[in-house]
């Protein structure tokens, strides 16, 4: 038997990156075996059973000698299934049972069962990125299809089985070019109008919308809390296409099917999850709930029951919008530009200042309590606002209803958001939370008597450099809903209101 090799092209998952892997194949003279070189993990190894026994159900012939797959470059892990398709495919060429003409411009991914059906795979969304720059077309799984069919311009064929990808190979059978899900931009968002009351926590939420500023609520138990922030995500604009593919390809690495993709991620993790869950880790690195949350929003509700350790992690990614994973087997980087809402007891107990139930709390434990959020991370949340008890009276009253207007509330103040961030892209090509400090004081120029307002509550409230430059990024927020061109007194007086928490540990 003579020498033969074939050359077939996939793409590898390391972090939200799809590095290319070419699939050599070589079929030599010699005992039969099968050996897969070029660094694979333990599921890579075991595809060679796969293989054989999906060619051999598929009607193929397994071809007796020896067969080397080297996957390239040898210095790059390799692991999963997603490497099954294009080894089949590289023996069926390099054995003559199929031309090598058909592979060209094209890029494979795909797990076999042993019927010789596929499987899907995770991270697909990043390899079709990564074949659009290539202007290469990609073969995958059929239940994969629509996701990788998200990124324009690049031709998506989902098969549902090996047999399926030879015939349409072979130019037996047409298989439509797959095409996204339009179901997926749909979004529903819980109304704000559900929230009884609570009129300056709603302004705040739209001010926090509007520059997509940090939040914190801290209240009583039961005061709406959880409802506020679950509302957040209704005020927020549509995602763009880009920010939608940055979502989906984070989303990708965990699942391979994925719901509501052009909805605003809104992660809630539990304040027993570990440092790792929510910043990201392991071993290989893996993005964390801060990444799930890229371009969405990360709710923390029960803030000081988390891990410290965890908390301050928050506090780089809060500012660079990224988090640099490095563990032993490789450095990855994730984004993690989200917007962070947190809720807390003002107490222990929950129930300082409460005017219902008496607190039972002392002074060392409410100073304990509190201390769990470091001045540091507070420093980094924008708008610290009070969910106080509700009036039975006001919690009664009926949901005010406009029978002439379809749009709900939540839509009205998304209007007034989108508007507000017009303003700020056309003047400064970003959203208020992502000023420099230098930015900051060219787009807040303040005259004497605000410069003096601010001089006098800095004194005040000991507001450090960064919570003054907080205070500033609010203020030309609130601006901006205003449609105002300057900073005025009224709008830097109600963003100090918004450092309600800072004013009570003063006191």
């Not at 984070?250 to 910043?279: C, E, G, K, N, Y």
């Not at 998304?414 to 400090?437: E, F, P």
């Not at 709008?491 to 800072?502: F, K, N, S, T």
């Amino acid at each position: 038997m003579p020498s033969t090799l074939a050359q077939v092209y996939t793409r590898a998952n390391q972090g939200i990156r799809a590095p290319a892997v070419s699939v050599e194949v070589h079929l030599s003279q010699g005992l039969p075996c099968l050996n897969i070189v070029g660094l694979p993990e333990a599921a890579v190894r075991e595809s060679k059973d796969r293989v054989r026994s999906a060619l051999i159900n598929s009607g193929f012939d397994f071809p007796d000698g020896r067969i080397t797959v080297n996957l390239a470059p040898a210095d790059l892990p390799k692991e999963g299934g997603r490497f099954d398709l294009p080894i089949a495919l590289g023996i069926l060429v390099a054995s003559g049972q199929l031309p090598g003409e058909v592979l060209e411009n094209r890029e494979f991914l795909g797990e076999l069962a042993l019927s010789g059906h596929l499987r899907p795979v995770r991270a697909v969304l990043p390899a079709s990125l990564a074949c659009k720059e290539t202007n290469r077309a990609l073969v995958l799984p059929e239940q994969n299809a629509s996701v990788a069919a998200m990124v324009s311009s690049v031709t998506i064929t989902g098969t549902r089985s090996l047999t399926e990808v030879c015939a349409y190979l072979r130019e037996k059978i047409h298989i439509e070019p797959a095409k996204p899900d339009q179901n997926d931009c749909k979004t529903h968002y819980p109304d704000l109008s559900e929230v009884r009351g609570q009129e300056q926590a709603k302004r705040a939420l739209l001010v926090a919308a509007a520059g997509s500023h940090h939040l914190l609520l801290f209240g009583p138990p039961g005061t709406g809390k959880t409802m506020l922030a679950s509302r957040l995500p209704g005020l927020l604009p549509p995602l763009t296409e880009s920010e939608a593919l940055d979502v989906a390809a984070i989303h990708s690495l965990a699942s391979s099917a994925m719901d509501t993709v052009w909805q605003r991620p809104f992660r809630t993790p539990h304040h027993s999850s570990s440092s790792v869950s929510l910043v990201g880790g392991g071993s290989i690195p893996q993005p964390g709930e801060i990444s799930f949350a890229h371009n969405g929003v990360l709710f923390l509700d029960e803030m000081p029951e988390f891990a410290r350790t965890a908390l301050e992690m928050l506090r780089e990614p809060l500012e660079n919008g990224e988090v640099v994973i490095t563990r032993a087997k490789g450095q990855e980087c994730f984004p993690a530009r989200f917007q962070l809402v947190g809720a807390m007891n003002p107490c222990p107990c929950g129930y300082l200042g409460d005017n219902q139930r008496t607190c039972r709390c002392s002074p060392d434990q409410i100073r304990r309590y509190r201390n769990k959020l470091s001045g540091p991370l507070l420093d980094r949340i924008d708008l610290q606002i009070e969910v106080p008890s509700q009036a039975i009276q006001t919690i009664m009253e009926p949901a005010v209803q406009n029978n002439d207007s379809p749009e709900t509330e939540s839509g009205k103040l998304r209007d007034l958001v989108i508007k507000a961030r017009k303003r700020q892209l056309t003047r400064q090509g970003k959203i208020n939370c992502q000023l420099s400090s230098r930015e900051l004081f060219e787009v807040c120029a303040l005259g004497e008597k605000e410069k003096g307002l601010i001089a006098r509550a800095s004194e005040h409230l000991q507001i450090s450099t960064r919570g003054l430059h907080r205070i500033l990024r609010v203020a030309r927020t609130i601006a901006d809903l205003a449609d105002s061109p300057e900073v005025l007194s009224s709008h830097l007086g109600e963003a100090m209101q918004y450092r309600q928490l800072d004013r009570q540990s003063v006191q």
